[in-house]
């Protein structure tokens, strides 16, 4: 099973202990949930990483530049729909896509250094 803390730093000791069993079990089952869309979250970021260097390999080919601006401002704005409609913060849902395009932009930058 997986860890069971909540905190960063946590040492892994469950912090379930002494409390009511029907919490204890619903909480587990819930980190439980929680852990196997973490790891759906890895492979699909995995999954659109493969399919964003195969975009930077393009790229590079053809001279083109490594940052799509116009792109870029549209994605953030349909991402940021996308969370209003699904209840996410939508200015959390525009960081997280900033942080990995930021990544992307970066791979492609190596690659046409390359």
């Keep these: 099973m997986a860890m069971t803390h909540d ?10 202990e002494g409390i009511e069993e029907s919490v204890r079990e619903e909480l587990l089952a819930l980190r439980d949930s929680i852990d196997n869309i973490d790891a759906a979250v890895v492979h699909m970021l995995a999954e659109r990483f493969k399919c964003t260097q195969r975009v930077g390999r393009l790229k590079a080919d053809h001279d083109l ?12 704005a349909r991402l940021r729909e996308l969370a209003v409609s699904a209840k996410l913060d939508p200015a959390f849902a525009e960081k997280l ?3 990995v395009i930021a ?3 970066r791979h492609h930058e190596t690659m046409a250094r390359s």
Aim: proline share 14%.
């Design 97 to 99: 896509l900033n942080f």
């Design 103 to 105: 990544e992307v932009i």
């Design 65 to 76: 530049p490594p940052a799509d601006p116009a792109r870029e401002a549209r994605q953030i």
């Design 7 to 16: 905190t960063p730093g946590s040492t892994g000791e469950s912090t379930t």
